[in-house]
């Protein structure tokens, strides 16, 4: 069993940063890629970004690209999103997940492993 528990959400105004982590408890975290979704009310879970476990690929949504950054300390068993230029439209509840496999999806339902998610809330 794999527990992921986010933490680094919060209220920003429009074009502030945050910095989301995910850190996870289990010995073979470098063995699994990595994502981050979000969700709002009424929605389902929309893909954010993933790293695979090597840290070797990244994979951005449309919406956040040239703006968020995912990336991993396996050392640490830690998955960071950093978050810039944040926008109203990033108001969402986020969620860390975990694969089984070692490379990229965007699917959620390839996610084996979820966090009980961060708020991020943006201001305008």
């Known amino acids: 069993q794999v527990q992921l528990v986010e933490s680094g959400g919060g209220l920003v105004q429009a074009g502030d940063s945050l910095r989301l982590s995910c850190a996870a408890s289990?010995?073979?975290?470098?063995?699994?890629?990595m994502g981050w979704f979000r969700r709002t009310p009424g929605k389902e879970r929309d893909f954010v970004a993933a790293?695979?476990?090597?840290?070797?690929?990244?994979y951005y949504a449309d919406s956040v690209k040239g703006r968020f950054t995912i990336s991993r300390d396996n050392a640490k068993n830690t998955v960071y999103l950093q978050m810039n230029n944040l926008q109203p439209d990033d108001t969402a509840v986020y969620y860390c997940a975990a694969r089984v496999f070692q490379n990229i999806n965007v699917a959620p339902t390839e996610y084996a492993y979820w966090g009980q998610g961060t708020q991020v809330t943006v201001s305008s």
């Open positions: 289990t010995r073979t975290f470098s063995n699994k890629a």
């Open positions: 790293i695979s476990s090597s840290a070797g690929n990244t």
